[in-house]
């Protein structure tokens, strides 16, 4: 099987426990008014792979990888190729081989054949990591464009089977850097009971060239990142600190 894909990273080091062979795929329906990627959003505007050749290419990195790592998939958002992602990950896991998946969760759902695929790719997946776009669901479409509602059920889902997570949030000024937001954030985050880590990601601009090579105008253009302040109190808040699992 094929699937559409943007590039490879041999040597990824923030991408999951230890180090790991990333591959990003294209393909995703989030319009997030901080995506550093939008030459990602045409799933077709990738190179198509085969499952095979992927596997190949990860495990001649393997020797780097030490005793945690191993493939992480990103994007794009890596499940709107979930019957790629689904064969990968099986013939992974034939090689003895850690598997990682970076999603926002936008397609998610509990019905039909998708939900049956997404509960076998859970069975080959050892860990994901998932953003909390927004916790308000009114701050969240206008921040994406989406409801954020099945995304949540997917987080529910996950603390279901235990299968664990690394959450990640992107700290926006006049966004989601509000203290009131951050604080319903981490109430939500005290629901759960498989996360092993919580990551505070600082808003920068440095993908505004890409808009403008693709003629795409990127509306925050004049916004700062956040002050190193406001990111300590981001991580205070979300107590990041109290999540230490998968230290690399």
């Known amino acids: 099987m094929k699937g559409y894909i943007h590039q490879l990273e041999s040597f990824g080091s923030v991408d999951g426990p230890g180090v790991r062979f990333i591959i990003f795929t294209t393909g995703c329906r989030l319009r997030c008014k901080y995506c550093h990627n939008p030459d990602t959003w045409n799933m077709k505007a990738g190179k198509l792979m085969e499952t095979d050749e992927l596997i190949q290419e990860a495990l001649s990195c393997k020797s780097y990888w030490g005793k945690k790592g191993g493939i992480t998939v990103s994007g794009g958002e890596p499940l709107c190729q979930l019957d790629f992602l689904l064969e990968l990950f099986q013939k992974a896991k034939e090689q003895g081989i850690n598997t990682c998946i ?7 759902t509990r019905e039909g054949e998708w939900f049956a695929k997404f509960q076998s790719l859970m069975e080959v997946t050892d860990t994901l990591l998932v953003d909390i776009k927004h916790i308000d669901e009114e701050e969240h479409i206008k921040l994406t464009g989406h409801s954020g509602k099945n995304i949540m059920d997917m987080f529910a889902y996950l603390d279901e089977i235990n299968k664990p997570i690394w ?8 966004i989601t850097d509000n203290d009131e937001y951050l604080t319903r954030t981490r109430d939500f985050i005290r629901t759960l009971h498989n996360v092993q880590r919580v990551e505070i990601l600082p808003y920068h601009g440095l993908g505004a060239v890409k808009y403008k090579d693709l003629g795409l105008n990127y509306v925050l253009k004049d916004t700062e990142s956040p002050t190193q302040e406001r990111v300590e109190n981001a991580r205070k808040i979300l107590e990041c600190d109290k999540y230490t699992g998968w230290k690399n």
């Open 102 to 108: 970076d999603t926002a969760g936008e397609p998610f």
């Open 167 to 174: 959450i990640r949030h992107v700290l926006v000024p006049g």
